[in-house]
């Protein structure tokens, strides 16, 4: 098993920044799940569906949804098995609660979720 505790959210102005921290614990999550798996940002706005975000797979390169390409950057830091999620020059648009993911041996892992808010 793996549990995900996603961190880091808040309400910030248009234009500030936040990262998101997603810290993994669990039997299956060592020795460093982030970087070993397939992870994933993803978010949900009131109203709407779950997008994906971001996206880091083992020794292969990141991807980003198209709206935040630029603003935003996933990464890991497997000393602490914890991933990450800058994101700067928030927009209104960005606002939703964050989630993160990880797929271990093909079983996906979500955490709770941290709520981003951001004002004009």
């Known amino acids: 098993q793996v549990q995900l505790v996603e961190s880091g959210g808040g309400l910030v102005q248009a234009g500030e920044s936040l990262r998101l921290s997603c810290g993994a614990s669990?039997?299956?999550?060592?020795?460093?799940?982030?970087?070993?798996?397939?992870a994933k940002w993803y978010r949900q706005a009131p109203g709407k569906q779950r997008e994906w975000v971001a996206l880091?797979?083992?020794?292969?390169?990141?991807n980003y949804r198209e709206s935040v390409k630029g603003r935003f950057t996933i990464s890991a830091d497997s000393t602490s098995n914890t991933m990450y999620l800058q994101m700067n020059n928030l927009k209104p648009e960005d606002t939703a609660t964050y989630y993160c993911?990880?797929?271990?041996?093909?079983?996906?892992?979500w955490g709770q979720g941290t709520q981003v808010s951001v004002s004009a």
């Open positions: 993911k990880v797929e271990v041996h093909m079983k996906p892992f």
């Open positions: 669990g039997t299956a999550s060592s020795p460093n799940v982030f970087t070993a798996n397939t």
């Open positions: 880091m797979t083992p020794h292969g390169p990141t």
